[in-house]
């Protein structure tokens, strides 16, 4: 596999809307992270970010592009 969700794609969704198969995440979360799942200091479970199918497809899919880019930059003579 060399490419994940390079395709734009959208999906019909209730009223009519379009659902796209991609949404790059937002600024906030590109600054900090996703917030994980963890037991906090009373030793209750604190339930982290949940990621969409789109966020995770616009990640995979950036990774691969960049991924692409070094492997043609490296093999240039």
């Not at 937002?26 to 479970?45: I, K, M, R």
Request: a negative charge; glycine letters at 10%.
């Amino acid at each position: 596999m060399d490419s994940w969700a390079n395709t734009d794609k959208t999906y019909n969704g209730q009223g009519g809307a379009d659902v796209p198969n991609k949404q790059e995440p937002s600024q906030e979360l590109q600054a900090t992270g996703f917030a994980p799942t963890y037991f906090d200091a009373q030793g209750n479970l604190a339930f982290g970010d949940g990621i969409s199918a789109q966020v995770m497809n616009f990640i995979l899919n950036d990774l691969y592009k960049k991924y692409q880019d070094l492997l043609t930059r490296a093999n240039k003579p």
